[in-house]
């Protein structure tokens, strides 16, 4: 029952540098999203995924590209990273989509860009 | 457009006491979800509560309580004889049925509670 995963955990990186950070979740849940946390900001939608290869942005989109082949994976690149995407990142599922039911989180993945 | 208000950044109480946190929402649905998570020092998300907005019936599950009061966009939640383990950011949140992304939840920037002892 490995749920959903994360990794790296944690990771640093230099600015310019390309970055992905994986996220795998073994439900078979049809909605998954990325967000990011930040200080003062609490958590913010970067993007969001209903299907395999459909995708959408959330608030926060600029400087990532998501990708979804495969229902379980969900994966988030920072194509060249900024000091500004140093944050923590969450990946969440979920089978119901509306609102109908809560987001179940990963760990997280820290991310640090010099 | 959706927002989640949590007025209080930290909160700081002794063991035993009771203590609110406190959340506002807008939203213009009139089907909407309203949720609390908890995030431990240790860093997860832990959903505490999911409420819909034709249910404005309080929840009460041990020492944690739920007021929901849409004629104040309220959602509060209160911890009854706080514990050193309670002591976490708790972020309150929002799901529109028809607004916004489908099914992503509005956080807010959350309330550091912090329980001494």
């Known amino acids: 029952d490995a749920g959903i995963t994360q990794s790296p955990r944690y990771k640093i990186t230099e600015t310019g540098r390309q970055v992905t950070l994986m996220c795998h979740q073994t439900?078979?849940?049809?909605?998954m999203f990325w967000y990011r946390q930040d200080l003062g900001h609490g958590l913010r939608l970067i993007y969001y995924?209903?299907?395999?290869?459909i995708t959408d942005k959330g608030e926060v989109p600029d400087g990532y590209v998501v990708s979804r082949s495969k229902t379980e994976n969900f994966p988030l690149t920072l194509e060249s990273a900024t000091r500004s995407q140093t944050s923590v990142y969450f990946c969440?599922?979920?089978?119901w989509g509306r609102g109908l039911g809560e987001l179940f989180f990963g760990e997280g993945s820290r991310l640090t860009v010099l | 457009a959706q927002k989640v208000t949590q007025a209080q950044t930290e909160i700081s109480v002794v063991e035993k006491e009771d203590v609110t946190l406190d959340c506002v929402y807008e939203?213009?649905?009139?089907?909407?979800?309203l949720f609390w998570y908890k995030q431990p020092p240790s860093g997860e998300l832990v959903f505490l509560i999911r409420?819909?907005?034709?249910?404005?019936q309080n929840e009460i599950s041990g020492r944690y309580s739920w007021n929901f009061q849409k004629s104040t966009s309220s959602f509060n939640f209160t911890i009854t004889a706080s514990q050193v383990v309670d002591s976490a950011v708790y972020f309150c949140?929002?799901?529109?049925?028809?607004?916004?992304?489908?099914?992503?939840?509005?956080f807010g920037k959350g309330t550091k509670l912090s329980v001494k002892p």
């Open positions: 995924s209903a299907a395999a290869d």
């Open positions: 439900w078979s849940h049809s909605y």
């Open positions: 939203t213009r649905d009139t089907t909407y979800y």
């Open positions: 969440a599922s979920s089978p």
């Open positions: 949140a929002l799901s529109e049925e028809y607004g916004g992304s489908q099914g992503n939840l509005i």
């Open positions: 409420r819909n907005s034709f249910d404005e």
